[in-house]
Protein backbone atom coordinates (compact mmCIF):
# COMPACT_ATOMS: atom_id res chain seq x y z
CA UNK A 1 0.00 0.00 0.00
CA UNK A 2 1.79 3.50 -1.10
CA UNK A 3 0.79 6.89 0.15
CA UNK A 4 -0.62 5.26 2.73
CA UNK A 5 -1.66 6.29 6.75
CA UNK A 6 -0.77 4.21 9.71
CA UNK A 7 -2.89 4.61 12.83
CA UNK A 8 -0.88 3.79 16.25
CA UNK A 9 -3.00 3.47 19.25
CA UNK A 10 -0.65 5.33 21.78
CA UNK A 11 1.57 8.63 21.40
CA UNK A 12 5.03 7.44 23.33
CA UNK A 13 8.55 7.13 22.35
CA UNK A 14 7.92 3.58 19.96
CA UNK A 15 5.00 5.46 18.34
CA UNK A 16 7.71 8.91 17.92
CA UNK A 17 10.19 6.35 16.31
CA UNK A 18 7.43 5.21 14.10
CA UNK A 19 6.73 8.15 13.12
CA UNK A 20 10.05 9.21 12.08
CA UNK A 21 10.35 6.46 10.38
CA UNK A 22 7.46 7.20 8.16
CA UNK A 23 8.91 10.41 7.59
CA UNK A 24 11.07 9.48 4.50
CA UNK A 25 8.88 7.28 2.81
CA UNK A 26 6.06 8.75 2.64
CA UNK A 27 3.65 7.23 5.41
CA UNK A 28 1.31 9.29 7.11
CA UNK A 29 1.06 8.74 10.93
CA UNK A 30 -2.00 9.39 12.99
CA UNK A 31 -2.25 8.84 16.78
CA UNK A 32 -4.63 8.17 19.27
CA UNK A 33 -3.45 9.46 22.78
CA UNK A 34 -5.15 12.08 25.51
CA UNK A 35 -2.66 14.91 25.07
CA UNK A 36 -0.42 16.45 22.78
CA UNK A 37 2.58 16.77 24.54
CA UNK A 38 3.03 12.73 24.02
CA UNK A 39 6.37 12.25 22.18
CA UNK A 40 4.85 11.46 18.70
CA UNK A 41 2.61 14.28 18.78
CA UNK A 42 6.03 16.54 19.44
CA UNK A 43 7.53 14.90 16.85
CA UNK A 44 4.59 16.06 14.08
CA UNK A 45 2.27 12.72 14.21
CA UNK A 46 -1.32 13.60 13.22
CA UNK A 47 -3.08 13.77 16.80
CA UNK A 48 -6.27 11.85 17.49
CA UNK A 49 -7.34 12.99 21.23
CA UNK A 50 -8.57 9.70 23.42
CA UNK A 51 -8.21 6.81 25.20
CA UNK A 52 -7.38 3.19 24.42
CA UNK A 53 -10.25 2.08 26.62
CA UNK A 54 -12.76 3.63 24.71
CA UNK A 55 -14.44 1.85 21.34
CA UNK A 56 -15.49 5.41 19.55
CA UNK A 57 -12.10 6.30 20.24
CA UNK A 58 -10.77 3.73 18.25
CA UNK A 59 -13.32 4.08 15.66
CA UNK A 60 -12.44 7.88 15.39
CA UNK A 61 -8.88 6.55 15.06
CA UNK A 62 -9.54 3.42 12.45
CA UNK A 63 -11.05 6.00 10.14
CA UNK A 64 -8.56 7.81 9.22
CA UNK A 65 -6.05 5.67 8.48
CA UNK A 66 -5.35 2.62 6.21
CA UNK A 67 -4.43 -0.05 9.27
CA UNK A 68 -4.54 0.51 12.91
CA UNK A 69 -1.67 -0.61 15.05
CA UNK A 70 -0.15 -0.33 18.63
CA UNK A 71 2.17 1.37 20.76
CA UNK A 72 1.92 -0.08 23.97
CA UNK A 73 -0.26 -3.50 25.50
CA UNK A 74 -3.06 -1.20 27.46
CA UNK A 75 -5.75 -1.50 24.48
CA UNK A 76 -8.61 -3.94 25.70
CA UNK A 77 -7.82 -7.13 23.18
CA UNK A 78 -11.73 -7.56 22.43
CA UNK A 79 -11.79 -3.87 21.49
CA UNK A 80 -9.22 -4.23 19.10
CA UNK A 81 -11.58 -7.30 17.70
CA UNK A 82 -14.55 -5.20 17.74
CA UNK A 83 -12.54 -3.13 15.43
CA UNK A 84 -11.58 -5.97 12.88
CA UNK A 85 -14.99 -7.55 12.43
CA UNK A 86 -16.62 -3.71 11.69
CA UNK A 87 -13.81 -4.37 8.81
CA UNK A 88 -10.96 -2.30 9.99
CA UNK A 89 -7.58 -3.59 9.45
CA UNK A 90 -5.64 -4.21 12.65
CA UNK A 91 -2.25 -5.09 12.92
CA UNK A 92 -1.40 -7.35 15.12
CA UNK A 93 -4.49 -8.84 15.55
CA UNK A 94 -6.77 -8.85 18.49
CA UNK A 95 -5.36 -13.01 19.41
CA UNK A 96 -1.86 -11.93 18.97
CA UNK A 97 -2.04 -8.75 21.07
CA UNK A 98 -3.76 -10.88 23.60
CA UNK A 99 -0.41 -13.28 24.31
CA UNK A 100 1.75 -9.57 23.92
CA UNK A 101 -0.18 -8.48 27.09
CA UNK A 102 -0.74 -11.58 28.74
CA UNK A 103 2.49 -13.39 30.65
CA UNK A 104 0.22 -16.61 31.28
CA UNK A 105 -1.11 -16.53 27.48
CA UNK A 106 2.32 -16.19 26.22
CA UNK A 107 3.49 -19.40 28.45
CA UNK A 108 1.00 -21.43 27.25
CA UNK A 109 1.76 -20.13 23.38
CA UNK A 110 5.53 -21.80 24.27
CA UNK A 111 4.08 -24.74 25.40
CA UNK A 112 1.67 -25.45 22.55
CA UNK A 113 5.02 -24.62 20.46
CA UNK A 114 7.31 -26.87 22.62
CA UNK A 115 9.29 -23.45 24.05
CA UNK A 116 10.85 -24.15 27.26
CA UNK A 117 9.37 -22.08 29.96
CA UNK A 118 10.18 -22.06 33.83
CA UNK A 119 8.00 -24.30 35.94
CA UNK A 120 4.50 -21.35 36.68
CA UNK A 121 1.25 -21.41 37.59
CA UNK A 122 -1.50 -18.70 38.15
CA UNK A 123 -2.77 -17.81 41.45
CA UNK A 124 -4.68 -15.51 44.40
CA UNK A 125 -4.24 -18.27 46.84
CA UNK A 126 -1.34 -17.55 49.57
CA UNK A 127 -1.39 -21.21 50.15
CA UNK A 128 -0.88 -22.17 46.68
CA UNK A 129 2.35 -20.08 46.75
CA UNK A 130 3.52 -21.28 49.47
CA UNK A 131 3.19 -24.91 48.14
CA UNK A 132 4.73 -23.90 44.77
CA UNK A 133 8.40 -22.29 46.39
CA UNK A 134 8.13 -25.34 48.60
CA UNK A 135 8.31 -27.79 45.52
CA UNK A 136 10.87 -25.31 43.37
CA UNK A 137 12.22 -23.59 46.38
CA UNK A 138 12.76 -19.98 47.13
CA UNK A 139 12.67 -17.29 45.94
CA UNK A 140 10.26 -16.64 44.01
CA UNK A 141 8.99 -13.96 41.11
CA UNK A 142 5.91 -12.91 41.58
CA UNK A 143 3.91 -10.78 38.54
CA UNK A 144 1.31 -9.31 37.56
CA UNK A 145 -0.31 -11.27 34.54
CA UNK A 146 -1.01 -8.20 32.68
CA UNK A 147 -0.16 -4.46 32.85
CA UNK A 148 3.46 -4.71 33.99
CA UNK A 149 6.37 -2.92 32.58
CA UNK A 150 9.91 -1.87 33.81
CA UNK A 151 9.62 -4.36 36.28
CA UNK A 152 6.32 -2.50 37.62
CA UNK A 153 3.76 -5.45 38.09
CA UNK A 154 7.61 -7.64 38.98
CA UNK A 155 8.02 -8.59 42.64
CA UNK A 156 11.19 -10.87 43.90
CA UNK A 157 10.13 -12.30 47.28
CA UNK A 158 12.65 -14.27 49.01
CA UNK A 159 10.33 -16.41 51.36
CA UNK A 160 6.10 -16.87 52.11
CA UNK A 161 6.46 -13.85 54.73
CA UNK A 162 7.17 -11.66 51.71
CA UNK A 163 4.14 -13.09 49.85
CA UNK A 164 0.97 -11.25 51.76
CA UNK A 165 2.20 -7.97 50.80
CA UNK A 166 2.84 -8.54 47.21
CA UNK A 167 -0.91 -9.92 47.20
CA UNK A 168 -2.30 -6.72 49.19
CA UNK A 169 -0.18 -4.57 46.45
CA UNK A 170 -0.91 -6.41 42.96
CA UNK A 171 -4.68 -6.28 41.63
CA UNK A 172 -5.59 -9.99 40.70
CA UNK A 173 -4.31 -13.32 40.54
CA UNK A 174 -0.51 -13.39 40.68
CA UNK A 175 1.69 -15.48 38.46
CA UNK A 176 4.27 -16.90 39.77
CA UNK A 177 7.53 -18.96 39.17
CA UNK A 178 11.13 -19.48 40.75
CA UNK A 179 13.99 -17.22 40.80
CA UNK A 180 16.16 -18.12 38.01
CA UNK A 181 19.92 -17.64 37.78
CA UNK A 182 20.20 -15.96 34.38
CA UNK A 183 23.26 -16.13 32.62
CA UNK A 184 22.28 -14.13 29.90
CA UNK A 185 18.57 -11.86 28.79
CA UNK A 186 18.20 -11.71 24.84
CA UNK A 187 15.25 -10.50 22.56
CA UNK A 188 14.76 -11.87 19.32
CA UNK A 189 13.13 -9.51 17.12
CA UNK A 190 11.27 -10.70 14.58
CA UNK A 191 8.70 -9.07 11.68
CA UNK A 192 6.48 -10.05 9.72
CA UNK A 193 3.88 -8.98 6.70
CA UNK A 194 0.56 -9.32 5.84
CA UNK A 195 1.74 -11.96 3.25
CA UNK A 196 3.56 -13.95 5.35
CA UNK A 197 7.40 -12.57 4.94
CA UNK A 198 9.23 -12.23 7.83
CA UNK A 199 12.40 -11.30 8.43
CA UNK A 200 14.08 -11.85 12.29
CA UNK A 201 16.86 -9.57 13.06
CA UNK A 202 20.63 -10.67 15.09
CA UNK A 203 20.10 -11.61 18.68
CA UNK A 204 20.18 -8.96 20.86
CA UNK A 205 21.05 -9.10 24.32
CA UNK A 206 19.90 -7.18 27.68
CA UNK A 207 20.67 -5.97 30.87
CA UNK A 208 18.31 -5.10 33.37
CA UNK A 209 18.40 -3.18 36.38
CA UNK A 210 15.93 -3.47 38.89
CA UNK A 211 13.84 -5.44 36.25
CA UNK A 212 13.91 -2.21 33.95
CA UNK A 213 15.64 -2.82 30.89
CA UNK A 214 18.91 -0.86 30.88
CA UNK A 215 21.30 -1.59 28.26
CA UNK A 216 21.16 -3.90 24.76
CA UNK A 217 23.59 -4.81 22.31
CA UNK A 218 24.59 -7.10 19.74
CA UNK A 219 25.85 -9.55 19.11
CA UNK A 220 24.71 -11.22 21.85
CA UNK A 221 27.12 -12.71 24.27
CA UNK A 222 25.30 -16.71 23.75
CA UNK A 223 27.02 -18.86 21.51
CA UNK A 224 25.55 -19.21 18.56
CA UNK A 225 23.76 -22.50 18.60
CA UNK A 226 21.58 -20.17 21.12
CA UNK A 227 21.57 -17.07 18.65
CA UNK A 228 20.19 -19.55 16.22
CA UNK A 229 17.52 -21.26 18.54
CA UNK A 230 16.37 -17.81 19.54
CA UNK A 231 15.81 -16.81 16.21
CA UNK A 232 14.10 -19.88 15.40
CA UNK A 233 11.84 -19.73 18.19
CA UNK A 234 10.57 -16.13 17.31
CA UNK A 235 9.89 -17.12 14.04
CA UNK A 236 7.87 -20.31 14.80
CA UNK A 237 5.47 -17.84 17.52
CA UNK A 238 4.92 -15.24 14.93
CA UNK A 239 4.13 -18.21 12.51
CA UNK A 240 1.88 -19.76 15.12
CA UNK A 241 0.21 -15.87 16.16
CA UNK A 242 -0.16 -14.93 12.73
CA UNK A 243 2.03 -11.92 13.39
CA UNK A 244 1.72 -8.91 11.57
CA UNK A 245 4.13 -6.42 12.60
CA UNK A 246 7.09 -5.96 15.04
CA UNK A 247 7.00 -8.96 18.11
CA UNK A 248 10.36 -8.78 20.47
CA UNK A 249 10.06 -12.45 22.22
CA UNK A 250 11.95 -12.00 25.75
CA UNK A 251 14.01 -15.24 26.30
CA UNK A 252 16.19 -15.86 29.42
CA UNK A 253 19.29 -18.09 29.02
CA UNK A 254 19.58 -20.33 32.37
CA UNK A 255 21.28 -23.46 32.62
CA UNK A 256 22.42 -23.19 29.02
CA UNK A 257 19.45 -22.76 27.40
CA UNK A 258 16.42 -20.62 26.50
CA UNK A 259 13.67 -19.99 28.55
CA UNK A 260 10.69 -17.72 27.02
CA UNK A 261 10.13 -14.63 29.28
CA UNK A 262 7.55 -12.98 27.57
CA UNK A 263 6.28 -11.42 24.60
CA UNK A 264 5.98 -7.83 23.03
CA UNK A 265 3.98 -7.82 20.31
CA UNK A 266 5.05 -4.51 18.79
CA UNK A 267 8.35 -2.86 18.57
CA UNK A 268 10.78 -2.98 21.80
CA UNK A 269 13.05 -1.49 23.51
CA UNK A 270 15.67 -3.67 22.66
CA UNK A 271 15.52 -2.88 18.82
CA UNK A 272 16.37 1.11 19.32
CA UNK A 273 19.47 -0.30 18.58
CA UNK A 274 18.72 -1.28 14.89
CA UNK A 275 17.83 2.56 13.85
CA UNK A 276 21.41 2.77 13.93
CA UNK A 277 22.93 -0.68 13.64
CA UNK A 278 20.74 -2.59 10.97
CA UNK A 279 20.16 -2.29 7.25
CA UNK A 280 16.64 -1.38 8.21
CA UNK A 281 15.28 -0.09 11.56
CA UNK A 282 12.36 -2.18 13.50
CA UNK A 283 10.01 1.07 13.30
CA UNK A 284 10.64 1.03 9.33
CA UNK A 285 10.04 -2.88 9.26
CA UNK A 286 6.89 -2.03 11.25
CA UNK A 287 5.57 0.17 9.07
CA UNK A 288 6.34 -1.82 6.06
CA UNK A 289 4.62 -4.69 7.58
CA UNK A 290 1.52 -3.55 8.43
CA UNK A 291 0.82 -1.90 5.08
CA UNK A 292 2.01 -4.92 3.56
CA UNK A 293 5.10 -3.98 1.39
CA UNK A 294 8.39 -6.04 1.02
CA UNK A 295 10.46 -5.69 4.03
CA UNK A 296 13.78 -4.29 4.34
CA UNK A 297 16.80 -6.58 4.99
CA UNK A 298 17.74 -6.93 9.12
CA UNK A 299 21.33 -7.66 8.80
CA UNK A 300 23.92 -5.58 10.82
CA UNK A 301 25.63 -2.78 9.17
CA UNK A 302 28.34 -2.78 11.54
CA UNK A 303 30.30 -5.36 13.41
CA UNK A 304 28.24 -3.98 16.52
CA UNK A 305 25.90 -1.44 18.29
CA UNK A 306 24.78 -1.01 22.25
CA UNK A 307 21.95 1.02 23.44
CA UNK A 308 21.74 2.76 27.13
CA UNK A 309 18.68 3.72 28.37
CA UNK A 310 18.03 7.50 30.09
CA UNK A 311 15.96 7.38 32.84
CA UNK A 312 14.70 10.40 34.98
CA UNK A 313 16.82 10.52 38.13
CA UNK A 314 15.40 10.08 41.52
CA UNK A 315 15.36 14.42 42.05
CA UNK A 316 12.81 13.98 38.87
CA UNK A 317 15.31 16.43 37.30
CA UNK A 318 15.69 16.81 33.44
CA UNK A 319 18.55 14.17 32.65
CA UNK A 320 18.72 16.53 29.05
CA UNK A 321 19.30 19.65 30.82
CA UNK A 322 22.79 17.79 30.45
CA UNK A 323 22.81 17.14 26.77
CA UNK A 324 25.46 18.85 25.84
CA UNK A 325 27.94 16.59 27.84
CA UNK A 326 26.42 13.48 25.72
CA UNK A 327 26.77 15.03 22.50
CA UNK A 328 30.33 15.11 23.52
CA UNK A 329 31.23 12.05 23.11
CA UNK A 330 32.33 10.90 19.84
CA UNK A 331 30.01 8.44 18.10
CA UNK A 332 26.87 8.71 20.38
CA UNK A 333 23.98 9.35 18.68
CA UNK A 334 21.50 10.65 21.44
CA UNK A 335 17.85 9.90 21.02
CA UNK A 336 15.16 12.64 23.39
CA UNK A 337 11.60 11.54 23.66
CA UNK A 338 10.13 14.64 24.30
CA UNK A 339 8.56 13.63 27.59
CA UNK A 340 8.14 15.41 31.44
CA UNK A 341 10.77 13.92 33.84
CA UNK A 342 9.88 11.51 36.20
CA UNK A 343 12.09 9.26 38.66
CA UNK A 344 13.02 6.10 36.74
CA UNK A 345 10.84 7.34 33.54
CA UNK A 346 12.11 6.24 30.10
CA UNK A 347 12.70 9.59 28.57
CA UNK A 348 15.27 8.60 25.82
CA UNK A 349 18.49 6.43 24.77
CA UNK A 350 21.99 6.71 23.79
CA UNK A 351 22.70 4.36 20.82
CA UNK A 352 27.05 3.75 19.23
CA UNK A 353 28.18 1.49 17.21
CA UNK A 354 31.60 -0.38 17.32
CA UNK A 355 34.17 -2.69 15.93
CA UNK A 356 32.61 -4.82 19.13
CA UNK A 357 30.52 -4.99 21.83
CA UNK A 358 32.72 -3.77 24.67
CA UNK A 359 33.20 -0.74 22.69
CA UNK A 360 29.94 0.01 21.73
CA UNK A 361 28.71 -0.34 25.62
CA UNK A 362 31.72 2.10 26.59
CA UNK A 363 30.64 4.90 24.36
CA UNK A 364 26.79 4.39 24.61
CA UNK A 365 27.26 4.41 28.19
CA UNK A 366 30.24 7.28 28.84
CA UNK A 367 27.61 9.32 27.03
CA UNK A 368 24.17 8.22 28.76
CA UNK A 369 26.35 8.46 32.03
CA UNK A 370 26.38 11.84 31.32
CA UNK A 371 22.91 12.97 31.25
CA UNK A 372 22.94 11.41 34.71
CA UNK A 373 21.93 13.65 37.42
CA UNK A 374 24.31 13.66 40.43
CA UNK A 375 22.03 12.44 42.70
CA UNK A 376 21.66 9.00 40.78
CA UNK A 377 25.76 9.06 40.06
N1 LIG B 1 11.78 -15.80 37.21
C1 LIG B 1 12.70 -14.85 37.19
N2 LIG B 1 13.93 -15.06 37.71
C2 LIG B 1 14.88 -14.09 37.72
N3 LIG B 1 14.67 -12.85 37.22
C3 LIG B 1 13.49 -12.58 36.68
C4 LIG B 1 12.43 -13.55 36.64
N4 LIG B 1 11.36 -12.98 36.05
C5 LIG B 1 11.71 -11.72 35.74
N5 LIG B 1 12.98 -11.46 36.12
C6 LIG B 1 13.72 -10.18 35.93
O1 LIG B 1 12.78 -9.11 35.91
C7 LIG B 1 12.78 -8.48 34.62
C8 LIG B 1 11.39 -7.97 34.28
O2 LIG B 1 10.50 -9.08 34.18
P1 LIG B 1 9.39 -9.09 33.05
O3 LIG B 1 10.03 -9.05 31.73
O4 LIG B 1 8.47 -10.22 33.35
O5 LIG B 1 8.62 -7.75 33.44
P2 LIG B 1 8.12 -6.46 32.70
O6 LIG B 1 8.13 -5.37 33.69
O7 LIG B 1 6.85 -6.81 32.04
O8 LIG B 1 9.21 -6.19 31.63
P3 LIG B 1 9.23 -5.17 30.41
O9 LIG B 1 9.88 -3.93 30.91
O10 LIG B 1 10.10 -5.94 29.48
O11 LIG B 1 7.83 -4.99 29.95
C9 LIG B 1 13.33 -9.52 33.68
O12 LIG B 1 13.86 -8.93 32.52
C10 LIG B 1 14.38 -10.18 34.57
O13 LIG B 1 15.54 -9.37 34.65
MG1 LIG C 1 10.25 -7.91 30.15
Not at 125 to 134: C, D, I, K, N
Not at 361 to 372: H, V
Amino acid sequence: MVNATVGIVGGGQLAQMTYLAGVSLGIDVVVLCPDGTEPAVRAGATHVAGVPERFDDLLDLARRCDVVTLDHERTPTDLLQRLSDAGYRVAPSAEAARVGRDKAAARVLAQAHGVPVAPWIVTGELEQVTSFGAVHGWPLHLKSTTGGYDGRGVWPVRSPAGVPEVMGQSRGPLLVEPTLRLEHEVSAVVVRSWSGQMVTYPLIETIQVDGACREAFVPAEVPQALRAQAGDVAAELAEAIGLVGVMAVELFVADGRLLLNELAVRPHNSGHLTIEACATSQFENHLRAVLDLPLGASELRTPAAAMANVMGGPDGADPFDRVVGALAVPGAAVHRYGKAPAPNRKLGHVTATGLDAHQARSIANRSAAALASRAAS
